[in-house]
């Protein structure tokens, strides 16, 4: 063979060689990318927003007038560390602010998420930034909000078994009325009015004040499997947890979530949507003008709490006795016909909606109020649990009441929140977990 022969040889032999490491390489690199499981945002926390501030059913009498001059001015160069449990836990996260009750475009910056350590202080090595359309401030218009890009966490070799969620934001200038969950049962923290932008320190001291109320925030995703359901509990002050512990997330659907991953892991995500006093029916002209301490009724607020949340297959709805009560003195035709009309919207975007019976509200107010209001009642879980509306019941009623007096049961009284006598109303922590224990998992989670 001469030179020339042996060379196109030898060349023919390395073109088949490099071809065929690009054969395998390609195999290689693709088979674990074609393995992955695909995935999708998941609402893994949520705080049905009202107002505005300081409209609306706190955790504990409380005093903030150091902390914002006046409600028409709000926040004033200020920054919030707001703490919340994510029920399940990704790799990216996104977050969602409000403006929905503000009347002045507010404007956020040095917006980040780490992981609580203790207090107020972040743990370290875990505070990151959070971007908006790649910037790192967003400015809101008045009845709107905005999701954040996302961002993956860090974890500083911590597990997130347990843990919470610090999300640190800088209002820039005044914010103007402020949007807010009033009853979050859970520690936040804020920086004093004119202190700038405090959010990158991890330490406790950059944020001397304390509130029991979430603002601005109203939303927690996580990438997470594909097919992950989210199912949202919505309702008034018993959904949002009246009564029980303070930071000891013992809400009934606390406790369900705890119940749910025990038998089903994290395939499932459980996220609370009530609002303290708020109402089935009314009221019909809620507006920032016009605010009320429950927050818009639950048809008007449904797109927002529950159609735009992430993943939602299954909605818990108990919600009705602030209708009966003297202020609003709501017939039952309507709160039926109200209730008739929000499943059927769920149902439309293929959501499953259990009904839940109304706890005993016996011995709460007057005599006469509360045997007028126990009646409407009584009529009520009775259409719940008959009208074949809903695609399942769950029997909060008879989980929580006394057969031989009709009301709740003198375990469930006292408060847990302040170890008070309890107003025969709200259950406590021991209430909502025999609530909770009233729940069906299976019918949760079949298809």
């Not at 001059?69 to 990216?92: C, H, K, M, T, Y």
């Not at 009441?401 to 406590?428: C, Y």
Request: hydrophobic residues 40%; neutral net charge.
């Amino acid at each position: 063979m001469n030179a020339r022969a042996c060379r196109a040889r030898h060349g023919r032999l390395a073109l088949r060689l490099a071809l065929l490491s690009v054969c395998a390489w390609t195999v290689i690199c693709a088979t674990p990318l074609l393995a992955q499981p695909a995935s999708a945002w998941t609402t893994a926390w949520a705080a049905s927003v009202q107002g505005p501030y300081p409209v609306g059913n706190v955790s504990l009498p409380t005093r903030l007038e150091q902390l914002f001059r006046s409600p028409e001015s709000g926040a004033r160069n200020q920054s919030f560390r707001l703490i919340v449990r994510p029920d399940v836990w990704g790799p990216q996260a996104r977050i969602r602010l409000s403006n929905a009750l503000g009347t002045r475009p507010v404007t956020f910056d040095d917006v980040f998420v780490g992981l609580q350590l203790s207090g107020s202080a972040v743990l370290k090595g875990t505070n990151t930034p959070v971007l908006f359309s790649g910037r790192s401030s967003v400015t809101i218009a008045p009845g709107a909000d905005a999701w954040s890009d996302a961002v993956t966490l860090r974890t500083a070799g911590a597990g997130t078994d347990g843990r919470k969620l610090a999300v640190s934001l800088h209002v820039v200038g005044e914010s103007g009325p402020m949007t807010w969950h009033a009853k979050a049962l859970t520690t936040s923290y804020v920086s004093l009015p004119g202190s700038g932008s405090t959010t990158a320190d991890e330490r406790e001291l950059a944020f001397p004040a304390s509130t029991t109320s979430w603002f601005f925030l109203d939303a927690v995703d996580m990438q997470l499997p594909q097919g992950t359901r989210t199912v949202v509990a919505l309702g008034d002050s018993i959904t949002d947890g009246t009564a029980s512990t303070l930071n000891g997330d013992d809400r009934w659907p606390d406790v369900l979530s705890r119940r749910l991953h025990a038998q089903f892991g994290d395939r499932v995500s459980v996220v609370n949507a009530g609002i303290g006093g708020n109402r089935v029916v009314g009221p019909l002209d809620y507006a920032p003008s016009k605010p009320f301490a429950g927050g818009p009724p639950a048809g008007q607020r449904l797109e927002r709490d529950v159609l735009r949340l992430s993943g939602v297959s299954t909605v818990i709805w108990l919600e009705g006795i602030n209708d009966f009560g003297v202020a609003a003195n709501t017939s039952v035709d309507a709160v039926q016909q109200a209730m008739r009309d929000v499943v059927t919207r769920l149902h439309a975007k293929g959501i499953r909606v259990f009904g839940a019976t109304l706890t005993s509200a016996v011995g709460n107010g007057t005599p006469a109020d509360s045997a007028a209001r126990e009646t409407k009642r009584q009529a009520l879980n009775a259409f719940i649990r008959t009208s074949g509306l809903f695609d399942g019941v769950f029997e909060f009623d008879r989980a929580t009441t006394d057969p031989a007096t009709g009301a709740m049961r003198d375990a469930f009284i006292p408060n847990s929140t302040d170890g008070g006598p309890g107003d025969h109303l709200h259950p406590n922590r021991l209430g909502y977990a025999a609530m909770a224990g009233a729940v069906a998992l299976d019918a949760l989670m079949t298809p």
